[in-house]
Structure formats: C-alpha cells, structure tokens
C-alpha cells in the first residue's frame, strides 16, 4: 500500500470539499442578500403606505362630514366670520392638520419618509398653507410647534405672500 498516493487522494477530496463548501456559502449569502433587499423594499413600501394614511387622514372628517367642510370652507376664507364654537372647531382642525403635517415634516427629516412621497405631501399642504385664515391662524399659532417646521412654514406662507 502506497500512504503518499493514499493521503495525495485525501488531500484532493479535501480541496474539493472546502471549494464545494464555499460555492454552497456562496449561494447562500446570495439568496439570504435577495431576502434582505426584497424585505427591505416591503419595509419601505409599508412605511410609505403608513405615512399616506396617517397624512390623508385628516382629510377625511371634511369629506364625511359636511358640516364639518363649510367650518373649514368658512374658516379658511375669513375667519372673522366664525362664532366663537366655530373658531374653537377650527381651531382643533387647524392644529391637526399642521401637528399632522409635523410629523411627517420630522420623519422626512430623519429619512423615514420616502422623498417621493415627502414631495407630493408637501406639494399638497402648498395649496393649504395660501388661504387668509390659515395664515392667520399660523401667526397665532406658530410657537407651538418645533421651530425647523416653523421655520419651514414661514418660507411656504412667505413664498405664497
């Protein structure tokens, strides 16, 4: 019996078994990659999703609720007009729309809202932030919210001026 040609056999098996090993690693750091990137691309679709709800949900009181869209209709046109029940309604409105719009304004800045959706929403809150009684509500109401959003309202009612 030749041990060289014995233990040459077992070194080969050997090599062949840790190359065999590596293309299994291989493929499996490549599969658990494309789980990781496909969880993440849900992640980001949920959270996306989650932020438009949460941002789309202070609209709803306004479609539902008629009474509800002639305050608003109301208040945003010349607030000089409201009662003073009427003033107090809008005045809760108004604060949850701009703490909502905040929030979203917090999480874009922290990267957990998509810049694609950032831009829309605050394309949308533009058109909100031109009309009287939302700027005179903000000039009352202004130094209660964080004041990088603040700031950030100021330039849009000030871009609108």
Known sequence: ????AIGASAELLGAIGVIASLVYLGRQIQASSENVSQNTKA????R????????????????????????????HSNPQDLNDLERYRFNFVM??????????FLQHSGSSVSPELWDY???QFDGFCRSPGVVQ????????FDSEFAQYIDRKISADA
């Open 1 to 4: 019996m030749n041990w060289e």
């Open 43 to 46: 992640l980001i679709s949920n």
């Open 48 to 75: 996306d999703i989650s932020s438009m709800e949460f941002a789309l949900s202070n609209y709803s009181p306004q479609i539902e609720n008629a009474e509800v869209a002639a305050l608003m209709m109301k208040g």
């Open 95 to 104: 604060a949850a729309s701009f703490e909502s719009h905040q929030t979203m």
């Open 121 to 123: 929403y605050s394309r």
């Open 137 to 144: 509500w903000w000039e009352h109401s202004r130094g209660r």
